[in-house]
């Protein structure tokens, strides 16, 4: 059976991903350079970013069920000099590490993903804090040419969480019904059902157990490039993708309502 990472290695690793997010912010040329997969910020615009979204989530956990204001409103900015941004960076993680622990993985929170298949607690915070971070720390690396996969534990869990969170919605699927399978190297399977009732995933016991052709759509790749197909960072073709090539492109550019 399938189960998600321990609130405990949830943490370990959102703090193990922030401190590889502040080596790739040390090495830089400079922090006015663009990042590649996200071309509108430069480095310093990411790292800005990364610190004021883990205080406000830090806030937000805090909390609890209601929303937090920004944590951002009356706190001092991101530096512009690297070392104090460093340690800003380093305080930021610190702040959102803390209010986890405390809160534990059961309290309720609020959460922007109402809709989908994941709770609204803080343990569902930290699931989703480690992926933020490790896609935005797989961003500052390539920034830098020093690109690294994201470890196996932190990918796996990436695309469950992502499909479950991100893509799971009860907003009509607004195009034919069909099935896309998600197919990890590593030995794990996904099936996103998109339909007039929304798009719902299901955990499949082991790759090619459901017959080919069941699924519109079948998508083949190691977890590290799932996830960062998913979230726009490599394209689909550097899967090995069977199907319905378009209903991919569907899927990237549906945005539900709500």
Do not use: N
Not at 10 to 36: G, H, K, N
Not at 107 to 125: F, H, K, L, N, Y
Not at 158 to 180: I, M, N, Q, R, Y
Request: charged share 20%.
């Amino acid at each position: 059976m399938t189960t998600t990472l321990e609130f405990a290695v949830l943490l370990r690793l959102i703090d193990e991903r922030s401190t590889a997010f502040r080596a790739a912010v040390a090495s830089a040329p400079s922090l006015d350079v663009q990042v590649p997969t996200c071309p509108e910020w430069t480095l310093f615009d990411l790292a800005q970013h990364i610190g004021e979204g883990r205080r406000d989530w830090a806030a937000t956990v805090a909390a609890g069920p209601a929303p937090a204001k920004s944590a951002a409103e009356g706190a001092p900015a991101a530096p512009r000099e690297r070392e104090a941004l460093l340690a800003w960076l380093a305080e930021s993680t610190e702040q959102l590490v803390d209010a986890l622990r405390k809160a534990g993985p059961d309290r309720g929170c609020w959460t922007w993903w109402g809709t989908s298949q994941s709770p609204q607690t803080s343990g569902a915070v930290a699931r989703h804090q480690l992926q933020q971070m490790a896609v935005h720390t797989y961003d500052a690396q390539i920034t830098v040419g020093a690109p690294q996969p994201l470890p196996d534990e932190v990918a796996l869990d990436g695309v469950d969480e992502f499909l479950f969170t991100c893509v799971a919605t009860t907003s009509a699927w607004p195009h034919k019904p069909a099935a896309v399978d998600f197919h990890a190297s590593e030995g794990r399977s996904w099936r996103l059902s998109l339909s007039a009732d929304g798009a719902r995933t299901a955990r499949l016991p082991a790759p090619g157990t459901m017959p080919a052709a069941d699924a519109s759509l079948r998508l083949r790749g190691t977890a590290d490039q799932l996830v960062l197909a998913l979230y726009g960072r490599i394209p689909a073709d550097s899967l090995k993708l069977d199907g319905d090539r378009e209903l991919f492109d569907l899927l990237e550019a549906w945005e539900p309502e709500g």
